[in-house]
Nanobody
């Protein structure tokens, strides 16, 4: 049974930091591209950060570039999202997702497994 479980969300003041974790089970984590998405209230889900199966390539949306860092520990089946200098507009439910695509950056519909999400709220 495939599972992705996010943790680390919460309430933080603007300018603060949080680190999200996503632990996977039920599939070969080390072979999968991992991504972090977020969905603000009333808006579409957007791809914010991604990391290749071997950690060799990363992707960041312009909205988080320079503030967020994605990393992974294949030995622990876990992907992380370190978030710094948080802004109120970063408030959203954050989801991790996995894609079997190993070359390039997957499209949204190529992410096969999803977590349940964790709420991040940055207050002004």
């Amino acid at each position: 049974q495939v599972r992705l479980v996010e943790s680390g969300g919460g309430l933080v003041q603007a300018g603060g930091s949080l680190t999200l974790s996503c632990t996977a089970s039920g599939f070969t984590f080390s072979s999968y591209y991992m991504g972090w998405f977020r969905q603000p209230p009333g808006k579409e889900r957007e791809f914010e950060a991604g990391i290749a199966w071997n950690g060799g390539q990363t992707y960041y949306a312009d909205s988080v570039k320079g503030r967020f860092t994605i990393s992974r520990d294949n030995a622990k089946n876990t992907v992380f999202l370190q978030m710094a200098s948080l802004k109120p507009e970063d408030t959203a439910i954050y989801y991790c997702a996995a894609s079997a695509i190993q070359v390039g950056r997957p499209r949204l519909n190529e992410f096969h497994y999803w977590g349940q999400g964790t709420q991040v709220t940055a207050s002004s």
